[in-house]
């Protein structure tokens, strides 16, 4: 019970300080709605092309959203010691980065929200099965935040934590099938793709949406599990090396 | 020593930095409810050997005992017992101070009610009640260190850390921050404090490690280290004017007397027989020194610790300056 009243206001603390603030929800808004004007623009098709520009245009928004806000948050306590109170905390490991995610994790499943939110409202979306993805969203949300704790681990300052999560986001809207599916990428780029979280999680919500997946909707989630695990389990090792050597 | 009244006991503890032997191979025991000094200049290994002993660093060997509870290979283990002071105050600058202190017993499972009252109750103990409702980044530095303070012993530990407590604050809030620890000593916490004030570690401490280098050089009891300065007797000599020579001249004339030279035209007198201070100034105007002032001083604990770890006693003031600390 103790560790979960410790959890609890850890998560809650975050959320008030960073989450729910106002250029972040603002930001949560904006941010889908920009690139949905971008897309309809450039696409020219309308409202008709909406569904074909949802699950790319949720994923950008998990992504961007989760993970340099954990990356910046966790670097900016590391950076004023204030990240050693909690690793002073007679709390596991493992709960506390979970609690240290958490509020990003949620951050990016609402910024998904929003956009399909919106689209519902002018656009008649289909969507298979809901569960499915909501399932999906929640994994692309934990391996987006947990790449966002690597980074934190990774760097010192504040301002590396924005460049270095610049550094994997962009390529990663590219490579995995968002402006161009990953079967007409040039051959020797597409291992690149496979190697993508986001690959996955976007074929998902693509055949979910649009029924235009081109793996296996299990593998898919397979495989993002096994990123989430495998993330997660990195930046575990590498804080305990770098932060507590 | 009775072992069930040991609430630290660290065994040739070690560390390194790449080539730098941060702490090397030290041993010691706190005893519970004694408060116990790290006395020693920047860079001694103190903060080092606190961070080991709270599980925020890695011992490269040694072993280590919290209330008994072996935290050499689980650091976890005992940090539900323990409160740390880190030496430099690292509250959330967004928070208030109340919400603060909430968090922090959070942390330790402490319910909401009984957190909150705690929170309130050490505002009001530590004279911060005005502030409890603005942002901890506003606070003065005094402010920040008994809100800092006020955190580590929110969930009641056992054993508290204290690194540096009063480095880098007003005298003032110094002497404050000096009542509340003295205070909190005599509630029976166990208390291991690091220092470079020598003054406020022979003030608060009932033991004391010298630790230079990463090496303890004596662990001993106040009492016990004054009496090193048993039979000996100490002159300060301020003059103006330089004479190369004087340093020399004043060896040869006055061979049972040692001479430590001091910055800003000042030198120390020893000797293990009273002094006479006369043939001293006499002889330093004869050689064209003009003395402005020569007292004799009552020995004290720098006096032990310049003498025990070869130490002037002004690497240690320039560590106050460094740090920007008032005593």
């Not at chain 2, 919290?66 to 430099?88: F, M, W, Y």
């Not at chain 2, 603060?100 to 909150?116: D, M, P, Q, T, V």
């Amino acid at each position: 019970m103790k560790k979960w009243i410790a959890f609890w206001n850890i998560l809650l603390k975050d959320m008030r300080t960073y989450y729910l603030k106002p250029p972040n929800i603002s930001w949560g808004i904006i941010f889908p709605l920009a690139w949905t004007g971008m897309f309809l623009i450039r696409s020219g098709s309308g409202l008709d092309s909406i569904p074909a520009l949802l699950p790319g245009l949720m994923a950008i928004s998990i992504l961007f959203g989760t993970t340099s806000m954990l990356a910046v948050t966790v670097t900016f306590e590391k950076k004023n010691s204030s990240f050693d109170r909690l690793l002073l905390a007679p709390i596991s490991f493992d709960l506390l980065m979970l609690a240290k995610t958490s509020g990003a994790i949620f951050f990016g499943i609402v910024n998904a929200m929003i956009p399909i939110l919106m689209a519902s409202f002018i656009a008649d979306i289909y969507v298979s099965s809901w569960l499915l993805l909501i399932l999906a969203v929640f994994l692309i949300a934990v391996v987006s935040t947990f790449l966002g704790l690597l980074i934190a681990v990774a760097v010192s300052e504040v301002f590396e934590a924005q460049t270095f999560s610049n550094f994997f986001r962009f390529p990663m809207i590219f490579l995995c099938g968002l402006f161009l599916p990953v079967s007409k990428l040039p051959i020797f780029i597409r291992p690149l793709s496979y190697a993508l979280p986001l690959t996955y999680g976007v074929d998902i919500m693509q055949g979910l949406i649009r029924g235009g997946n081109f793996m296996s909707i299990h593998m898919s989630f397979a495989v993002l599990t096994a990123f989430c695990i495998l993330l997660f389990s990195l930046s575990k090792h590498f804080i305990k090396k770098r932060w507590i050597s | 020593m009775d072992k069930t009244n040991i609430d630290i006991a660290v065994q040739n503890l070690s560390k390194s930095f790449q080539v730098v032997k941060a702490v090397n191979d030290i041993s010691f025991e706190v005893r519970t409810g004694e408060l116990f000094g790290f006395l020693g200049p920047n860079g001694a290994g103190k903060t080092t050997t606190i961070k080991m002993l709270t599980g925020l660093a890695k011992p490269d060997s040694g072993s280590i005992k919290t209330a008994g509870i072996d935290c050499s290979r689980n650091p976890k283990a005992a940090q539900h017992l323990i409160g740390v002071v880190p030496d430099e105050s690292n509250l959330y600058p967004e928070l208030t101070g109340y919400q603060n202190l909430c968090f922090c017993a959070s942390l330790y499972g402490i319910g909401k009610a009984e957190r909150e009252q705690e929170a309130r109750r050490l505002l009001e103990a530590f004279n911060l009640n005005e502030a409890a409702n603005r942002k901890f980044g506003g606070y003065s530095k005094g402010m920040k260190r008994k809100l800092t303070i006020a955190a580590g012993i929110i969930h009641k530990p056992r054993v508290l850390f204290l690194d540096e407590p009063t480095t880098g604050i007003d005298v003032a809030s110094a002497r404050a921050l000096r009542v509340m620890i003295e205070e909190l000593h005599k509630q029976g916490t166990t208390i291991l404090l690091t220092t470079h004030y020598i003054e406020e570690a022979q003030r608060l401490c009932d033991r004391i490690a010298f630790i230079v280098s990463g090496k303890i050089v004596v662990v001993d009891t106040v009492h016990n280290l004054l009496k090193h300065n048993e039979g000996k007797h100490y002159l300060h000599v301020t003059h103006k004017g330089k004479n190369p020579d004087i340093a020399e001249r004043l060896n040869a004339k006055f061979g049972t007397m040692s001479f430590s030279f001091l910055k800003d035209n000042t030198f120390r007198v020893e000797s293990s027989e009273p002094i006479n201070i006369t043939p001293i100034v006499m002889n330093l105007e004869e050689w064209g020194v003009d003395v402005t002032e020569a007292k004799r001083i009552t020995p004290s604990l720098e006096d032990v610790f310049v003498r025990i770890t070869g130490l002037e006693a002004d690497t240690m003031r320039k560590d106050k300056e460094k740090k920007g600390g008032a005593k």
